[in-house]
């Protein structure tokens, strides 16, 4: 058995979308959606003025508070705000250094990929047509108010069970220590690359099997490195 399975990050992994959304009116436009929604200001004041962090935090709260279903309702909610101002800037996105060439040494040889993410599903799809590199991947999973978002495995998980892949297979890679800590509880095999704000300590901090500079050393850790053993999906 070997890693023949990659689950990417998206933005500051593979490209730079977020430069190009205007995140300080999409965060206060959530904040808005949640207030309205009867959510205390002093849930949202623990994490105000950052986006994910923000979700996540909300997301912890209404689930212990509310319904399960009017949890996902308002999930759902502040996701389609927030996927409205990713669009937006879809367009304008850039690939990393070294995607192109990383993907296509991926597929020519013979290994598929996926990428998991906290951004919507559809800008990521925009974004992906936009620089022609939508082929290279199996499947998109992207913002989902039936999934915590990272650093909680969830979306990890689904990918997998859609996918039919194995964690013992499979090999994440992710600029932020949340990307990390997503593939430590089902034991994949964590690569952190220094293309996003994190530091390679931070990476090795939240449990990365390895740190790369860029993704043209991706092929070699792929070659290089044996499977984690688990019987994890």
């Not at 909300?58 to 927030?82: C, H, W």
């Not at 939240?206 to 994890?232: C, F, H, M, W, Y």
Request: hydrophobic residues 35%.
């Amino acid at each position: 058995m070997k890693l023949n399975r990659i689950i990417f990050d998206f933005d500051h992994t593979l490209v730079e979308l977020g430069p190009h959304v205007d995140w300080r009116r999409a965060i206060e436009e959530i904040e808005n959606i949640y207030l309205d929604e009867g959510v205390p200001a002093k849930v949202v004041a623990q994490s105000k003025g950052v986006g994910f962090k923000l979700m996540r935090t909300v997301y912890d709260y209404m689930l212990e508070t509310l319904p399960s279903d009017r949890t996902k309702e308002i999930q759902g909610r502040v996701f389609n705000a927030l996927e409205s101002y990713e669009l937006l800037g879809a367009e304008r996105a850039t690939p990393l250094d070294d995607t192109k060439s990383t993907l296509s040494w991926l597929r020519t040889n013979d290994t598929p990929c996926a990428i998991v993410t906290s951004n919507g599903t559809a800008a990521v799809g925009r974004t992906l047509e936009c620089l022609g590199i939508g082929e290279y991947f199996n499947g998109v999973f992207g913002r989902d108010p039936t999934c915590r978002l990272k650093p909680y495995p969830d979306q990890n998980r689904a990918c997998l069970n859609s996918l039919g892949w194995r964690a013992g297979e499979t090999l994440l890679v992710g600029d932020s220590p949340d990307d990390i800590q997503s593939a430590k509880p089902l034991s994949i095999f964590a690569v952190g690359v220094v293309s996003g704000r994190a530091k390679m300590d931070q990476l090795l901090g939240a449990g990365a099997d390895r740190v790369i500079q860029n993704l043209s050393e991706l092929p070699t850790v792929i070659q290089n490195t044996q499977p984690i053993s688990t019987n994890k999906k």
